[in-house]
């Protein structure tokens, strides 16, 4: 689509490497695969990530061989993304850390958001460092004004487009969280009050994780401190998703 063009096209003038990615053919993937994983979100070129350019020609080259191609947005070079997925917990877990800095902000299809902002190298890539929250530094999000295989487009918040409000520094209180994807390892306190609850459970998850517990030790351990501990306790699927999230991590060899 020319809306598509010419959205990857402003994207490389900033300076943001683009790359077409495949798009959703109502609930199929452009790519024909019936159990695509990833719907109108991988790569539709033989690189992937690697091929971003910021090359006008290349990209005109590219939406002419694929019209539809969603548009991808590569991280990298000072560009991080934290990306927020409320279906696995991301809206409370945001909550639970707090305000963070205003930042360009996009709205994606499935209902939620990319976090963009600027930093250095001591910032890594981690997924799950809360239920439903992932950082994204050398790989892709999807950009507006992609399609979304539920029909709605990615969109930037109104008021927090590029350009309209300035890419913040990567905030101190995501950078502080332990490699483990839990806050610095300490007792836990014999009360876990709300907006404690998701860190702290978190944070024994991670822990128990490292040293090689599996996801139904892991869940067992987080229910029966949700139940001594939290005031209130967190629902059952809450704490459900936690253990769920943390146990996606490989066990360290």
């Not at 998701?198 to 029966?224: C, F, K, P, Y």
Request: overall charge negative; some cysteine.
């Amino acid at each position: 689509m020319a809306s598509h063009l010419a959205a990857a096209l402003a994207y490389a003038k900033r300076g943001v490497p683009v790359l077409p990615l495949h798009w959703p053919n109502g609930a199929a993937c452009s790519c024909g695969d019936p159990a695509c994983p990833s719907v109108g979100k991988h790569p539709l070129t033989e690189h992937g990530k690697d091929d971003a350019s910021t090359d006008a020609e290349i990209i005109k080259g590219w939406w002419a061989r694929w019209p539809e191609a969603n548009v991808g947005l590569r991280m990298g070079a000072g560009r991080v993304a934290v990306d927020i997925d409320p279906r696995n917990g991301g809206d409370e877990s945001l909550y639970d850390l707090g305000p963070l800095p205003e930042t360009v902000t996009a709205l994606t299809g499935g209902g939620g958001q990319h976090l963009l902002y600027k930093a250095d190298g001591a910032v890594k890539a981690r997924k799950g460092i809360r239920p439903g929250i992932d950082i994204i530094t050398e790989g892709y999000i999807v950009g507006p004004p992609s399609r979304h295989v539920s029909g709605r487009r990615y969109e930037w918040e109104v008021g927090h487009a590029p350009g309209q409000v300035a890419l913040a520094p990567f905030p101190p209180a995501l950078l502080s969280l332990s490699p483990d994807g839990g806050t610095p390892a300490g007792p836990l306190p014999d009360r876990i009050l709300a907006g404690q609850r998701n860190d702290l459970l978190a944070s024994l998850a991670g822990s128990m994780r490292q040293r090689g517990a599996t996801a139904e030790a892991i869940a067992a351990a987080l229910t029966v401190e949700n139940e001594t501990r939290c005031e209130p306790p967190l629902s059952p699927s809450e704490v459900a998703q936690i253990a769920r999230s943390v146990s996606r991590d490989p066990v360290p060899e």
